[in-house]
């Protein structure tokens, strides 16, 4: 399992917008389990609408994890969804 | 209308509500029918959401497009979500509402609430959403469409509340 910590900078917080971008990126990695875990409540990727039920705050940390056949590739295009959306 | 109609009746706060597909979601407002393609944001009209529709509403009035549960409401109000046997609905009011957190938006529900479809379930402030200078128009996505096999906008120009606007097959 690969995984990083993230603090949210957008002001805004993963609302409607980027948890779509977020899913739609998470679905490229079908072999691999991608979550985002905030204060101990983790979600899928995947799933937009259980992303957006996180309430992800601009000052929130998060933790991305990658698991499975492409966690590798998939951990790399975490971070660079994150850190040029979040 | 199905044959579990009965169900829903009797059942308790915590029974699922059922759906027989292909299932029929209303229009959450009254106003001017949008195909997903004309929706003025890539985000939406590109499917990032899922497979969605809008209303270009006449009133600032969003009401339940089937009966559900509501699953989440953004702290900004702006959207709302709602959970049917398998279905996962965002009702997302205005493009780039996010922004206006909150002001000029007011929610009837909580989170976890059944809801029958045309409950309303939000008001908000036309004139305000369009003074900031965004769309009002009111977008409903079914964020998880990928695991249907169609989902198709059935509408064409005006429409009241609970007309009947997007068709999703299993």
Same mark, same amino acid.
């Given at each position: 399992?690969?995984?990083? /910590? ?64 492409? /966690? ?15 | 209308?199905?044959?579990? #109609?009965?169900?829903?009746? !009797? ?46 509403? #006449? ?43 909150? !002001? ?41 469409? #990928? ?8 509408? #064409? ?14």
């Amino acid at each position: 399992m690969k995984q990083f /910590e993230f603090t949210i900078t957008d002001p805004l917080g993963i609302h409607a917008r980027p948890a779509g971008q977020l899913a739609k990126t998470a679905k490229e990695y079908a072999d691999t389990v991608i979550t985002v875990t905030k204060e101990g409540n983790t979600a899928k990727a995947s799933q937009l609408m259980k992303i957006m039920s996180l309430c992800v705050k601009q000052g929130d940390v998060v933790v991305v994890s990658a698991e499975g056949a492409s /966690e590798d590739a998939a951990i790399e295009a975490m971070k660079t969804f994150f850190e040029n959306n979040m | 209308m199905g044959i579990f #109609d009965f169900m829903k009746e !009797k059942g308790s706060a915590e029974t699922q509500e059922t759906v027989a597909y292909p299932a029929v979601l209303g229009a959450v407002s009254k106003g001017r029918f949008v195909s997903m393609d004309q929706i003025p944001d890539e985000v939406f009209s590109g499917g990032v959401l899922g497979t969605c529709c809008g209303i270009e509403p #006449d009133e600032g009035k969003v009401y339940a497009p089937i009966s559900g549960k509501i699953s989440q409401i953004a702290d900004t109000l702006h959207a709302v979500g709602i959970e049917v046997a398998g279905m996962e609905l965002l009702i997302h009011v205005g493009i780039d509402t996010v922004e206006m957190n909150g !002001k000029g938006f007011k929610t009837m529900v909580k989170q976890g609430q059944n809801v029958k479809k045309g409950d309303l379930l939000l008001t908000m402030d036309l004139d305000m959403i369009n003074k900031a200078g965004h769309s009002t128009t009111v977008v409903m996505a079914v964020t998880n469409s #990928d695991e249907f096999s169609a989902v198709e906008g059935i509408a #064409d120009g005006p429409v009241n509340v609970g007309d009947d606007v997007l068709r999703v097959s299993k």
